[in-house]
């Protein structure tokens, strides 16, 4: 079994660090002085816009609600369109979107070592507090949600490099270092949105964070969306697939490997529905009570094995 640490760094990542990576246009200044102010001003827009032009005007109408009336009530139309004004400066510049550019891991860090003679990855991990805060209060995100998102996805990377499948093997360390970025990214945005789901009736606000950053990232973090007609059984043979066998380690390479896994498992040529209805697991069988029960064992599920893989 391998263990990987997980630690928490202040500061910027070494992907920030350079100083061309973190200047900004002078015309974009103001907008980055409200950037941290963006979900609160659209609050204040929609808020008081709704107030000044559906609440003011019922209450005209009603002979009890004129009583509020003293003048103040004005101020409601004044606010939300100052902050509408203020709301289209920001959308000159988006500050999470200038900070995912440079196309790194920027929010968390999966490190790993690669050696030529021997295969010790060491895998650990690395979550930038400062980062996480900043860009979770710019998409008006919870930080604790945000952080957890990007645990998920770090977590994912060590899982599809250093996770043993039934024959404990793992994806070779030197191999996985030179596998495309695109299919790397893809297979941690696949499980990372799964794990989401997961947790989606515990912790909704998770999964409302990894929806709400997807947009902001750069290309390679969307290459998971070309598998959105898979099951996650086909992509998990496929990944086993690209792991055990010499090849490019590319997302092309890993669609055929997902076409090929059609065939075993059954879903060749099935719906997406039809496919799905394949892997839901049988619900165990309910006993029946009496007025004398007898104690009975819980059935027992096997754990079948990985089917081999298509030659």
Request: net charge negative.
């Amino acid at each position: 079994m391998i263990s990987v640490p997980i630690t928490i760094h202040p500061g910027l990542p070494e992907g920030l660090q350079q100083l061309e990576r973190q200047t900004i246009d002078d015309q974009h200044r103001l907008a980055v002085l409200l950037s941290p102010y963006r979900q609160a001003l659209v609050a204040v827009r929609d808020s008081g816009k709704a107030l000044a032009e559906e609440m003011i005007p019922m209450l005209k109408r009603n002979a009890v609600g004129q009583g509020l009336l003293d003048g103040r009530e004005m101020s409601f139309a004044s606010a939300w369109q100052y902050a509408d004004s203020l709301c289209q400066k920001l959308a000159t510049f988006d500050l999470t979107k200038f900070i995912l550019r440079i196309n790194e891991d920027v929010l968390g860090l999966y490190r790993y070592n690669v050696h030529n003679d021997y295969d010790d990855p060491n895998p650990r991990i690395e979550l930038y507090w400062g980062v996480i805060g900043l860009i979770a209060r710019d998409l008006g995100v919870a930080v604790e949600d945000l952080a957890a998102v990007v645990l998920a996805h770090e977590l994912a990377h060590a899982y599809t490099h250093v996770g043993s499948d039934a024959d404990d093997r793992y994806w070779s360390t030197r191999h996985f270092y030179t596998s495309s970025m695109g299919l790397k990214e893809g297979l941690a945005q696949y499980y990372t949105d799964l794990v989401c789901q997961r947790l989606e009736r515990d912790a909704p606000g998770i999964r409302s964070a990894y929806k709400i950053l997807l947009p902001k990232q750069p290309s390679v973090y969307h290459v998971q969306e070309q598998w959105k007609d898979s099951t996650p059984e086909m992509v998990r043979h496929a990944m086993l697939g690209i792991r055990r066998t010499p090849n490019d380690g590319s997302p092309e390479t890993f669609r055929e490997f997902l076409r090929k896994a059609e065939a075993p498992l059954g879903v060749e040529g099935r719906s997406q529905e039809e496919q799905t209805s394949l892997f839901i697991p049988p619900r165990p069988p309910v006993l029946s009570s009496s007025s004398s029960p007898q104690v009975k064992e819980s059935p027992k599920w096997e754990r079948h094995r990985v089917m081999p893989l298509p030659k």
